[in-house]
T-cell receptor, first 110, second 114 residues
Framework: NAGVTQTPKFRVLKTGQSMTLLCAQD?????MYWYRQDPGMGLRLIHY???????AKGEVPDGYNVSRLKKQNFLLGLESAAPSQTSVYFC?????????FGPGTRLTVL | AQSVAQPEDQVNVAEGNPLTVKCTYS??????LFWYVQYPNRGLQFLLKYITGDNLVKGSYGFEAEFNKSQTSFHLKKPSALVSDSALYFCAVRGETGANNLFFGTGTRLTVIP
């Protein structure tokens, strides 16, 4: 099992550009999450999904959109990137109160 | 609303000495508490969790945590620190929405000095 994988690992964007981060899990988990990690702030929840076709907002959803068309994939989109979205993004899936994290995507917005 | 506090940004300990990384929490109802570790340029790895039962929880790599309901604390401990334990440690509490999402503390950087 690959667990939780994220694509890409690194990305540099210019302000106003768009991109999509892909998260995939092969553990058949229903719940999936997107977090961002910023220095001194821990991880904060952006959006989450409790099953295929469902999504919900977390603590910091502004500027992001998500989709869960397939159970194994959870996409995070930035329609118009801003420097404030420079961060490390982590995807996770959960089963029985335990979360499994991907390796992260480091995004820089210039 | 739920929250987690890690009062120490940095903890230094000599190799072989016991270590403690502090965490306090606030949540309605019974808390579900977690510790994760992050090594440089890596994702978070699960260490241990408290759901119910014994207040002393044992986890991976020789770590344990003590749940104290009256002090609303969940401190991470290890009897004898290793240099390889040097990493960033996060305490987390399960959210109240029923979606199993986690609220994290700001993290504590542990440095074990040889």
């Amino acid at each position: 099992n690959a667990g939780v994988t994220q694509t890409p690992k690194f990305r540099v964007l210019k302000t106003g550009q768009s991109m999509t981060l892909l998260c995939a899990q092969d553990m058949n988990h229903e719940y999936m999450y997107w977090y961002r990690q910023d220095p001194g702030m821990g991880l904060r929840l952006i959006h989450y999904s409790v099953g295929e076709g469902t999504t919900a907002k977390g603590e910091v959803p502004d500027g992001y959109n998500v989709s869960r068309l397939k159970k194994q994939n959870f996409l995070l989109g930035l329609e118009s990137a801003a420097p404030s979205q420079t961060s490390v993004y982590f995807c996770a899936s959960s089963y029985r109160n335990e979360q499994f994290f991907g390796p992260g995507t480091r995004l820089t917005v210039l | 609303a739920q929250s987690v506090a890690q009062p120490e940004d940095q903890v230094n300990v000599a190799e072989g000495n016991p270590l403690t990384v502090k965490c306090t929490y606030s949540v309605s109802g019974n808390p579900y508490l977690f510790w994760y570790v992050q090594y440089p340029n890596r994702g978070l790895q699960f260490l241990l969790k408290y759901i119910t039962g014994d207040n002393l929880v044992k986890g991976s790599y020789g770590f344990e945590a003590e749940f104290n309901k009256s002090q609303t604390s969940f401190h991470l401990k290890k009897p004898s620190a290793l240099v390889s334990d040097s990493a960033l440690y996060f305490c987390a509490v399960r959210g109240e929405t029923g979606a199993n999402n986690l609220f994290f503390g700001t993290g504590t950087r542990l440095t074990v000095i040889p």
